[in-house]
């Protein structure tokens, strides 16, 4: 048991943290840090918090382990705001949806106290923001992603994984570089593509009357992450860039061979691409959908 | 209530509304028809159908109401065989996704008995094919669309709008070019950009190896339908080629700006493409969500 944790951004993903290790006995004292102290009189009254502060040097100064939950853009005026204030010991983490950016960030902004910084990513969310939004079973069965360094300390480590085991997820450690990558793909372009998608009816207005009587299922469920923060996917999407950008082009021209294809009416070509997805999709999911 | 109701094609659409029908007393026979023998004698076994002939002209020769469930490239030579068979009062419905060629096709081979013709599409199914994969609720709160022509005989509407409505159908009237140019955005397009996604990935060894691990919610909503049979998408596709490319070049424009905003790092103009999808999503789903 830790006696102080301090969350900083009591939102969806740090006010669910809240709830869920409130419910356990892993930390004696929860407090949350924000901008807003609006959010965090709520944030305590929804029971994600014990107490709050705003000013996030002063709550981490005796802090055991702080959890950065803020947007990917207040990284690192945060980390420089407590960098000096956090006790030796304090172990630090976050849950940034990249990685390499917040370890370069963290690296220059924490010096000799980088090492007990654990770079972290929780596969879970909804497309909703805010701690009104948070609810304590949030992170079961779900995978957190740590991104260590060989530099990173051991005990710092585990205790962030013992923390995360708490609240029902399942840890598993990954390269930083190939975590941006992968999550560029699974996540960050499937935003993409459903704000797009929904941009697309709204060029059209004989689509955008007709649409809410047409959509069927599949316009519904692909387009449900286009209901997300658009500032955070701007964050997200500018942060992982240049991996972004790549798996951009990829599906770019994946979409352009479809069109050639549909295009020369080549029904061979298209129920290829689609049967090879089909198959590959299957085997991602329908044994685990089978199950659930 | 009808005599005798032929299903033409007993898989997830017509299995399922032979097993919501026999739940009525809305037809006194219900006789499938299919290339399968196996499978209609599957469908019989799951309750989907009471009998099956494997002649389509046989079993309508005398049938009341024929609903033709094939995959849209067998409705043209299904019709053929039973054009001339049909008796003069017998009402022919589909539920193909693409309207307009459904209804030059049968205006082609129907003949005199063209307006008894009603085109007809439920919006309603899942990635899965099959009468195994048939249950009774599939239409209950679906919408399902008419296509009628003003020459369309309005008994044979009011018998085919009785028929999804006895099944839990909400069912209402469209033009046919209408509903397949926003069919071609809310439905067709989606599954392309779903089969792409999958496709991107497969193209990537190390996004391939790390995607199961790696998958949040997203991925997996977002590529449900690359579940979906590919032999069924490609002939929607090509049937709907026309409307499908233009919503393809308008998605494809949009990626562009996208990508463009992306690479000059232009936060505006990311936050402005999402925050408007964003709004416009949730007007369309949210209020229903919350009903839901």
Redesign the interface.
Known sequence: MIKKLVIIGVGLIGGSLGLALRRTAWAEKIVGVGRSRDNLIRAVKLGAIDSFEQSAAKACSDADLVVIAASLSEFSSILSSISAALPESCIVTDVGSVKSSVIKESELLLGQKFPNFVPGHP????EKSGVASAFSTLFEE??I?LTPLKRTNAHAIELVRAMWCAVGGRV?N?DPQ??D???A???H????????????????Q???D??????????????????????M??DI??TN?KN??D??????K???I??RA??S?D?NA??S??????I???E???AEEKDG
């Open positions: 596969l879970a969310g909804t779900h995978k992603i598993a990954m190939a975590h990558i992968a999550l793909a699974t996540s372009l499937p935003h993409i593509l459903a704000y797009n998608l929904v941009d697309t009816v709204l060029q059209h004989e689509l955008k007709n649409v809410l009587e047409l959509s069927a299922g599949s316009f519904r469920d692909i387009t449900r992450i286009a209901s997300s923060s658009p500032e996917w701007a999407s500018l860039q972004l950008l798996v951009c082009l990829q599906y770019e994946g979409l352009a479809i069109m549909l295009e009416r029904r298209l129920e691409i689609f049967g090879r997805a089909k590959a999709r299957d991602y999911f329908l």
